[in-house]
């Protein structure tokens, strides 16, 4: 089946936007979902969020952090026309659907994507929901969509400096997260605070969080191979129990997840991760120099 890219565009530094016919996931995701794409004959499988999607109309977008080969290759290779190979899905559990009452929904960097279509439809149900978005200024990204969406729509950004890498980001990112936080925490009162961003941010914002003693769910970010529960690649521990982030989750109560052993497999395959881009960009220096 044909998964063509029917749009495509830069929405900010490293964010690419992509519209793609996609009629069985469109069909039937529900906020809190997501897809594994396969982009290219020797490519990986990836997790990716639909942001928005048109049942009738039978598309999806997904919107993509160039951090590494696979989405480095999708930014640069694929264009409106062409099709990606696999969109599997939807997969995952959706995220409950309750009414909490005072939402704190969190995105840290791209973690804002997967955040849109959960705090949304929580506000359509009837919770007042404040938006909190970090990340460097470069990347802001959905602002009008969630100032439409949501009761209060924060954006924490920071201008990067020269000379930084991406440690001394991760850095400012929980510095700015925890701070914002825990002013939100101290001046209002929360019934729920939910966040997608990456384990050690999340960490850091979960141990603000525990100190006023409210209640936290949490969308894990484990790495993910098939997605459907047979390799169990993505296990987190979760209230002592292993558990399948694919099936089990992606969203699990903060309060029961093992941060430290999910940030520690999230590393695990970082050496390989920066061979495979740098081989990428060798190949790219190579192409270049050739014309
Ligand atoms: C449920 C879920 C939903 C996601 N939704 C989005 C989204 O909407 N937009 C987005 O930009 N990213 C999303 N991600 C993260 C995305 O899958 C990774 O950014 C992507 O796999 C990176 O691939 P890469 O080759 O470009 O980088 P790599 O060099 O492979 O990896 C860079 C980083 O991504 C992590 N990563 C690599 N492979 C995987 C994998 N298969 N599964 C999970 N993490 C991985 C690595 O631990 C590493 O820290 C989601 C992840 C999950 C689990
Ligand atoms: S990714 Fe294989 S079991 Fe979840």
């Not at 029917?6 to 009629?23: C, G, R, S, T």
């Not at 914002?180 to 605070?193: A, F, G, N, R, T």
């Not at 999230?266 to 081989?279: D, I, K, Q, S, V």
Request: proline share 7%.
């Amino acid at each position: 089946m044909p998964y063509k890219i029917l749009d495509k565009k830069e929405l900010a530094m490293n964010e690419v936007w992509y519209k793609i016919h996609a009629p069985h996931v469109a069909r039937k995701v529900r906020p809190g979902q997501f897809v594994v794409v396969r982009a290219f004959p020797n490519g990986e499988r990836i997790p990716l969020t639909p942001v928005t999607w048109d049942r009738e109309e039978g598309w999806i977008t997904l919107i993509t952090f160039v951090r590494g080969k696979t989405t480095m290759r999708m930014a640069n290779e694929l264009k409106p026309g062409d099709e990606l190979l696999n969109v599997a899905g939807p997969l995952g559990n959706p995220a409950p659907m309750k009414k909490f009452g005072k939402i704190l929904a969190i995105g840290l960097i791209t973690g804002m994507v997967e955040v849109f279509p959960i705090a949304r439809a929580w506000q359509e149900i009837g919770n007042e929901v404040t938006t909190l978005h970090v990340t460097p200024n470069p990347m802001v990204i959905l602002r009008e969509e969630f100032e439409n969406a949501v009761s209060r729509h924060i954006v924490e950004g920071f201008d990067l400096q020269p000379g930084w890498g991406m440690n001394e980001i991760a850095q400012e990112l929980v510095k700015r997260a925890v701070a914002k936080v825990k002013e939100l925490l101290e001046s209002e009162h929360w019934d729920l605070v939910f966040i997608v961003g990456p384990a050690g941010g999340q960490k850091a914002v979960f141990n603000v969080v525990k100190e006023y003693g409210i209640p936290m769910e949490a969308d894990l970010h484990p790495i993910m191979v098939d997605a459907t529960g047979m390799c169990g690649v993505c296990r987190v521990t979760v209230g002592g129990e292993v558990k399948f982030a694919c099936i089990d989750g992606p969203g699990f109560d903060a309060y029961k997840v093992d941060w430290d052993e999910l940030i520690h497999r999230t590393g695990f395959y970082a050496p390989l991760e920066r061979l495979a881009l740098e081989h990428y960009l060798k190949t790219l220096q190579a192409q270049g120099g050739e014309q």
